[in-house]
């Protein structure tokens, strides 16, 4: 059956927040420290946050900041935790700010092609507050933000979601991502054909993560579609 739709994760994916193996930007949760507060203790707290953080139970991010400083009995004013906020959307915004162009090209020829493409992303407000000024925004039919509709991956749910908004069956689809949140089983599960996009993986970790189909570059990809 001929691929009617692509659907892609984003955060390394089409961009990457990390650049020689480092972050592009310090994240912005370094202003725990100081605070009085070990950046262990945060992390712990905000790793058991998780799911709700991406399916939208928090309605932004300084609502998840505010109950983990009251949780550690932490009192905190709300001019800080602005301040918090404002330092996450700028380092979110960075890997934004420079996409890489063999994925804007090979986004520009699958529309070409005839398909559409579709974003579904676990993700918060304040992770994709440029959404709309970046240069990917374009290419895209749709995009399913998690925090948006009060679900995420790998639940079968966003993906069936996702297929309904393109007017598309899972058989007739690809999903690519970078396998993180189990997106690529959760593809797999609803029967979407998954691929494991590794180009912005260290190559001694992308080996390691899924036994699903790899694309080592984006120009594999359109290769898949052209045949």
Same mark, same amino acid.
């Given at each position: 059956?001929?691929?009617?739709?692509?659907?892609?994760?984003?955060?390394?994916?089409?961009?990457?927040?990390?650049?020689?193996?480092?972050?592009?930007?310090?994240?912005?949760?370094?202003?725990?420290?100081?605070?009085?507060?070990?950046?262990?203790?945060?992390? +712990?707290?905000?790793?058991?946050?998780?799911?709700?953080?991406?399916?939208?139970?928090?309605?932004?991010?300084?609502?998840?900041?505010?109950?983990?400083?009251?949780?550690?009995?932490?009192? /905190?004013?709300?001019?800080?935790?602005?301040?918090?906020?404002?330092?996450?959307?700028?380092?979110?915004?960075? &890997?934004?700010?420079?996409?890489?162009?063999?994925?804007?090209? %090979?986004?520009?020829?699958?529309?070409?092609?005839?398909?559409?493409?579709?974003?579904?992303?676990?993700?918060?407000?304040?992770?994709?507050?440029?959404?709309?000024?970046?240069?990917?925004?374009? =290419?895209?039919?749709?995009?399913?933000?998690? =925090?948006?509709? +009060? %679900?995420?991956?790998?639940?079968?749910?966003? =993906?069936?979601?996702?297929?309904?908004?393109?007017? /598309?069956?899972?058989?007739?689809?690809?999903?690519?991502?970078?396998?993180?949140?189990?997106?690529?089983?959760?593809?797999?599960?609803?029967? %979407?054909?998954? =691929?494991?996009?590794?180009?912005?993986? &260290? !190559?001694?970790?992308?080996?390691?993560?899924?036994?699903? !189909? +790899?694309?080592? +570059? &984006?120009?594999?990809?359109?290769?898949?579609?052209?045949?």
């Amino acid at each position: 059956m001929a691929v009617k739709a692509v659907f892609f994760d984003l955060f390394e994916t089409l961009i990457s927040e990390f650049e020689n193996g480092k972050r592009k930007a310090q994240r912005s949760t370094h202003f725990v420290e100081q605070l009085g507060i070990e950046s262990k203790v945060f992390d +712990k707290e905000w790793s058991e946050r998780q799911e709700k953080r991406m399916d939208g139970t928090y309605s932004d991010f300084p609502s998840v900041l505010k109950e983990i400083f009251t949780c550690l009995g932490h009192e /905190v004013s709300n001019e800080t935790i602005n301040t918090i906020h404002t330092e996450r959307v700028k380092s979110k915004s960075i &890997p934004f700010s420079r996409i890489d162009v063999g994925i804007l090209d %090979m986004l520009e020829q699958i529309k070409a092609l005839g398909v559409k493409i579709c974003l579904i992303s676990n993700c918060t407000p304040e992770e994709v507050s440029v959404w709309e000024s970046c240069l990917l925004a374009k =290419y895209f039919d749709d995009v399913i933000f998690s =925090y948006a509709v +009060k %679900m995420a991956k790998p639940s079968s749910e966003i =993906y069936h979601l996702a297929c309904k908004r393109m007017d /598309v069956s899972p058989s007739e689809s690809l999903f690519v991502g970078d396998g993180g949140s189990n997106e690529l089983q959760g593809a797999a599960k609803v029967g %979407m054909v998954p =691929y494991h996009a590794t180009w912005f993986i &260290p !190559p001694f970790k992308s080996e390691k993560i899924t036994d699903f !189909p +790899k694309l080592s +570059k &984006p120009s594999e990809l359109l290769t898949l579609l052209r045949a």
